[in-house]
């Protein structure tokens, strides 16, 4: 009796785990494909943040940054979702440091006076569409450095 119960939930956890796993290499193929290039004369700082995201989900980020260099912060996501993408940086007390929520910039240059750690939150709101057709894409919050 519990083999017949055994058998389809590891088929499902396979299907699951594959498909899972299929989106997170589609995503950082987009990231390669599309994405790297915007950093533009800053160096990748190697590191791949990135998922697939739906309406009315929000990620969070911590990420230490040095004083001495230039940064470029870019969230980079796949166009069904970025014009109603943004995403915001606060330090350790969650004091605005800047929002895309008005502008709809993608980019975010700056230097700091001191090592700080900051918060990187990006937002994709929900947009009101039916359960059964959110909008979804691969969202890829990419940090590039160069010295000052």
Avoid: W
């Avoid at 494909?33 to 980020?61: H, P, S, W």
């Avoid at 990420?63 to 350790?92: M, N």
């Amino acid at each position: 009796m519990k083999t017949s119960y055994l058998l389809p939930t590891l088929l499902s956890c396979f299907i699951h785990i594959g498909v899972v796993g299929e989106g997170f290499a589609q995503c950082k193929g987009f990231t390669k494909r599309k994405c790297i290039a915007e950093l533009g004369d800053y160096t990748g700082n190697g590191q791949y943040n990135g998922a697939v995201m739906f309406e009315g989900e929000e990620a969070t980020m911590v990420q230490t940054f040095y004083s001495g260099k230039d940064y470029r912060l870019f969230v980079c996501s796949h166009p069904a979702i970025a014009d109603s993408l943004y995403f915001e940086v606060t330090d350790y007390s969650r004091n605005m440091i800047f929002s895309s929520k008005e502008s709809g910039d993608a980019f975010f240059d700056f230097s700091l006076e001191s090592t700080r750690q900051l918060n990187i939150k990006v937002i994709v709101p929900d947009l009101g569409t039916s359960n059964e057709l959110k909008k979804n894409g691969c969202v890829s919050i990419l940090v590039g450095f160069k010295d000052n």
